[in-house]
């Protein structure tokens, strides 16, 4: 083989990519699927919010000593009243001897839902509301709180005008919104009792399945063994042998061999010519 060819075979032949191009390019694949799964998490988790309670009136565990005007549920972003009048809100107010206060119709102002303050005799309050978060969940909670009425506080009768008594715990079947006459118990005030979407969780689980593939193929990948390593180094050790041989030789050798071919076939006519003569 010629010098020129021998250069020809040498440039186009390519070695098979060896394991750090390898675990480059499976950490390359990883980082792409954690940041996949780091978009598809910044995405869901907007989708799940609710609003969350940021103040009440009157506060949690608070002593009233002084009727406020209204009681108030105050969240961290409006509230969603498409049909107005306060449909799917609820409130629902509960004292000692079994004293219960449900007005119909709470006020929604942008994030805060408010009812008229009303109360019954001195002590423990429990405070239970139900609203429509803006992302369209219905969230609800509880709270308790004391009161402490002054020696001048008429009771009002339960029933009066100004002070509706709560229905039974059962569902309005008419209500087109679902929304009870009478809120749920709840967790405490600052949580939602609304659970994660069945969307959102699997999306979160598709972040996560594509993370434990990615990580899986990494692993394969810096695990397995090269080509060469699985069909033995022998053959490629000789052909690089042979070539090292041939380079050594250098032209002078393959003159060599040629003047020697010459000489052999030179003498082959001489033994001819003789065989002739005699």
């Known amino acids: 083989m010629s010098r020129a060819s021998r250069t020809t075979g040498r440039a186009t032949s390519r070695r098979p990519a060896g394991p750090r191009a390898l675990a480059a390019i499976a950490a390359s694949a990883l980082v792409a699927a954690l940041g996949l799964a780091g978009a598809v998490l910044g995405v869901a988790t907007p989708a799940s919010a609710h609003n969350r309670v940021t103040a ?11 009727l406020p005007e209204t ?27 079994g004293w219960s206060y449900c007005p119909e119709q709470p006020e929604i102002v942008d994030n ?73 118990s ?32 990494t692993l394969l990948v810096l695990t397995r063994k090269p080509r060469n390593d699985r069909t033995g180094g022998d053959s490629s050790g000789s052909d690089s042998d042979s070539v090292s041989d041939s380079r050594d030789r250098g032209p002078d050798a393959d003159a060599g061999s040629n003047d020697g071919g010459s000489d052999s076939g030179g003498s082959g006519d001489s033994g001819s010519g003789g065989g002739s003569s005699d």
């Open 71 to 97: 009681f108030s549920i105050t969240t961290d972003l409006a509230m969603l009243d498409l049909q107005g009048g306060g449909k799917g809100f609820a409130v629902r107010i509960e004292g000692p001897e």
């Open 112 to 184: 805060t839902m408010s009812v008229p303050a009303v109360l019954g005799g001195s002590g423990p309050y429990t405070l239970t509301w139900q609203l429509v978060s803006a992302d369209g969940h219905t969230v609800s909670g509880d709270f308790g709180f004391t009161w402490q009425a002054p020696a001048d506080y008429v009771v009002p009768k339960a029933g009066a005008d100004g002070n509706p008594a709560c229905k039974p715990d059962t569902a309005d079947e008419s209500d087109a919104d679902g929304a009870a006459s009478s809120a749920p």
């Open 186 to 217: 709840g967790p405490a005030v600052g949580q939602d009792g609304a659970q994660v979407p069945l969307g959102d969780v699997l999306w979160i689980g598709g972040a996560i399945l594509a993370v434990l593939i990615a990580g899986g193929v």
């Open 56 to 66: 009440t009136v009157p506060a949690a565990d608070a002593t009233v000593t002084a």
